[in-house]
């Protein structure tokens, strides 16, 4: 898995996908830069999401906030007394912790010893194997999974009871050691503030202190009567935003994963108190098809309900990815009540109440949100397109390709138009003439440089969907060779009918 990585992360670079941020300068760490296939594909994953909730829902309309907010909002919100990690240093590499990553950590290699005894149980047993029956009963799998269940409900107790000093007595007593240097020599834990602060130009001291916005909901929040009224709305209703979000995260590894500036989609859903369960359950499906519709199926995708709630939360589950270094959140269903609404109203002394018709009275919404990072999105949709496989190479052997399967909505290049060879007067100016017909329609590539297999190559390592090949024939029949990237196949189309064909598939 660390290999199919590295080849993901290198993949990115030498394709225009994504560059290290500064990189002349050495980089900056957990920063990121889009390149030119990469903008495109994160483009197309925002309109995909924009269109899902924005588009398709008439009672969902977009907004898009300013990044710096009133100070009070993060006092509001809670951000500035209790948006912290608990961070941990090891004595001896110096590294820097999350101590709840470090246990998450311990919690995931129990996961992985009991899937280890499993898959060597169903390798003896075969067609025999009750996976079920034997979890139950093999005791080495019954004590890792004890040991599991007991390390999780601590932890869960100790991050909603902000208690450091158990988080600090669970390293020990797991025998945690720095992934780096193997030491157990460890600091105490202590609270770290994620967001970043800024200062606003004249204003000096506490005054003037800003902070970049480490989500983009109290954007919506704080506008949440200015939309209603100006769209005219009614409860139930959603406001849909994407924009960028900051947080000072203690580690940020796993390339696009974790970054310290990072884009999300959120979509705050305003319900009438009471009816919030229902709603909950109504986006945690619906979010969920959004990501099977893209290409998503049960093996690659999963619910994982949270253990301990954040202060403003009464349910809230993650949609969990597994990217190639395991199960991860990529997607937050939360249930928010009116914790945010209410803690505006009370700070700003301004009414945050809707006067509902129906029910001829004025109350706080209560508020589902569904938030999903951009960046994780896109390292989701890479890791399950990105395919290393042996095809014919048309001469009876076979040849070895890279090829990103991405679902063609998402594709940065739809179609790459390439006449057959270079250097031919005739065949360039009909495949310019293709070319230039597509490009107003669809993201479309004219390429005549190499041999057409190599162009084949580079337009599978972007996960073009079409090839369209213009060869002598053309000039005679109107009409091209159109290969598809996953199957291969080639259709000979008449060019009347090219656009029809695209648009048809596409
Ligand atoms: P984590 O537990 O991974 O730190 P979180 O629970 O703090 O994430 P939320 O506050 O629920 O995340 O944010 C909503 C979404 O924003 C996440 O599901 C994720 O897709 C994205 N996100 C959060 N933090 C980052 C980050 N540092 N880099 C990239 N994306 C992020």
Redesign the pocket.
């Known amino acids: 898995m660390d290999n199919l990585f590295k080849n993901i992360i290198s993949h990115c670079k030498t394709y225009g996908f994504i560059f290290p941020s500064s990189e002349i300068y050495d980089g900056l760490s957990a920063t990121y830069d889009y390149g030119p296939n990469g903008v495109e594909l994160k483009n197309n994953i925002k309109q995909a999401w924009w269109k899902s909730m924005v588009r398709q829902h008439e009672n969902i309309v977009g907004l898009d906030a300013a990044i710096f907010m009133h100070p009070k909002t993060w006092k509001a919100s809670g951000h500035v007394d209790a948006f912290n990690d608990p961070l941990i240093d090891n004595k001896t590499s110096k590294k820097r912790y999350r101590a709840d990553v470090l246990v998450e950590d311990y919690m995931a290699k129990l996961e992985a010893k009991i899937q280890k005894e499993v898959d060597k149980a169903k390798k003896r047993f075969g067609d025999d194997f009750d996976e079920v029956m034997y979890s139950k009963t093999n005791p080495r799998v019954l004590a890792n999974a004890e040991k599991h269940e007991a390390a999780r409900t601590r932890l869960a107790k100790a991050m909603t009871d902000g208690d450091l000093e158990d988080m600090k007595k669970m390293i020990e007593d797991y025998e945690i050691a720095c992934p780096e240097s193997g030491s157990r020599d460890w600091t105490e834990v202590r609270q770290f503030n994620l967001m970043f602060s800024t200062q606003l130009g004249a204003v000096a001291g506490e005054e003037g202190k800003l902070y970049l916005r480490p989500?983009t909901a109290q954007g919506i929040f704080v506008n949440f009567l200015n939309v209603q009224k100006s769209s005219r709305q009614k409860v139930p209703f959603g406001i849909a935003q994407i924009g960028k979000?900051f947080?000072n995260?203690i580690i940020?590894r796993q390339f696009?994963?974790?970054?310290?500036e990072?884009e999300?989609m959120?979509m705050q859903f305003f319900v009438q108190p009471g009816s919030e369960m229902e709603w909950y359950e109504y986006w945690k499906a619906e979010r969920l098809k959004w990501h099977e519709m893209l290409g998503g199926s049960s093996e690659d995708l999963r619910y994982h309900d949270h253990d301990n709630l954040?202060h403003y939360a009464n349910a809230a589950v993650?949609i969990e990815f597994k990217f190639p270094f395991g199960f991860?959140?990529?997607?937050?269903i939360?249930s928010r009540t009116d914790f945010d609404l209410t803690q505006h109203q009370a700070l700003s002394g301004k009414k945050m109440q809707y006067f509902d018709p129906v029910l001829n009275e004025s109350y706080v919404p209560y508020v589902v949100e569904t938030?999903?990072?951009v960046?994780?999105?896109f390292l989701a949709t890479l890791s399950r397109a990105y395919t290393e496989e042996s095809v014919p190479d048309g001469k009876g052997g076979s040849s070895e390709r890279v090829v990103l399967k991405l679902h063609p909505s998402l594709a940065p290049v739809k179609c790459a138009i390439l006449p057959l060879v270079k250097n031919n007067a005739d065949l360039t100016e009909k495949a310019r003439a293709v070319f230039d017909d597509l490009k107003m329609d669809y993201a479309a590539q004219y390429d005549e440089k190499d041999a057409i297999g190599r162009r084949y190559r580079r337009q599978d390592a972007i996960g073009t969907p079409y090839c369209i090949t213009v060869d002598h024939d053309s000039l005679e029949d109107n009409a091209v060779t159109v290969r598809e990237r996953d199957s291969l196949t080639q259709e000979r189309v008449s060019l009347d009918g090219l656009k029809a064909y695209l648009a048809q598939r596409l």
């Open positions: 989500e979000a947080r995260e940020a696009i994963f974790r970054m310290r990072f999300q959120e954040a993650d991860k959140e990529l997607e937050g939360h938030s999903i990072g960046d994780r999105m």
